[in-house]
């Protein structure tokens, strides 16, 4: 995701409580993806939101909380610039297609290199952290019941064969638009990555 860039380079360190949240949010995203949770530090996170200490504990309690209110802007920021993709496209078909170069899109370059903060949490934090697992798993869900809606979409309005196995198909795209974003992390080419959501349209045939 795009990082929020402050207009004013000139403005004095530590916002006041009445600061930009979402804008101190992205820049917490970053640290997250780039530093993973447990090697982020609080002045990492700090100097990077532009907040003073007493600010961020008085927002989010401590660095879990920075972190699990940053995953929650992550889901939805992403969910909104897929779904203006997706309405773009007609058919569930095509609507599938968009969704595999949007994943495609996000898994080359400095994006791709940064990584997705859920899988990211799915591998680090989940295992210790019952609500950071719930919040993955409610990911993952969320993830495959758009897949699957979109297939039943597609067989919907002929654009998909209706002898697919809708429910099987969604949980293998699932598994590789995850594995995409993983892949990503090790210096991908944009045309590699396209060329991946290019043959996964073979699993709609």
């Known amino acids: 995701m795009t990082t929020a860039i402050l207009d004013d380079k ?80 007609e058919s569930g078909r095509d609507k599938i297609y968009e969704l595999l170069r949007f994943y495609a899109a996000s898994s080359h370059g400095d994006i791709g290199r940064r990584g997705c903060l859920v899988v990211g949490s799915a591998n680090e934090l989940a295992i210790f952290d019952g609500e950071a697992a719930e919040r993955v798993a409610g990911a993952f869900a969320a993830n495959e019941a758009l897949l699957l809606d979109l297939i039943r979409l597609g067989q919907s309005d002929g654009s998909i064969p209706e002898t697919l196995d809708a429910a099987t198909t969604a949980r293998a795209l699932l598994c590789l638009t995850q594995g995409m974003r993983v892949a990503g992390k090790t210096g991908r080419r944009e045309e590699d990555m396209t060329a991946v959501a290019d043959a996964a349209m073979k699993l709609l045939a």
């Open 10 to 89: 000139s403005r004095p360190r530590g916002r006041p409580r009445e600061f930009d949240m979402d804008a101190a949010l992205d820049e917490a995203l970053c640290v997250f993806s780039e530093r993973g949770y447990h090697a982020a530090s609080i002045s990492e996170l700090t100097d990077a939101m532009e907040l003073t200490s007493g600010s961020v504990y008085k927002a989010f309690k401590d660095k879990r909380g920075i972190f699990l209110a940053a995953f929650d802007r992550y889901r939805a920021v992403r969910r909104s610039l897929l779904d203006e993709r997706l309405d773009k496209a």
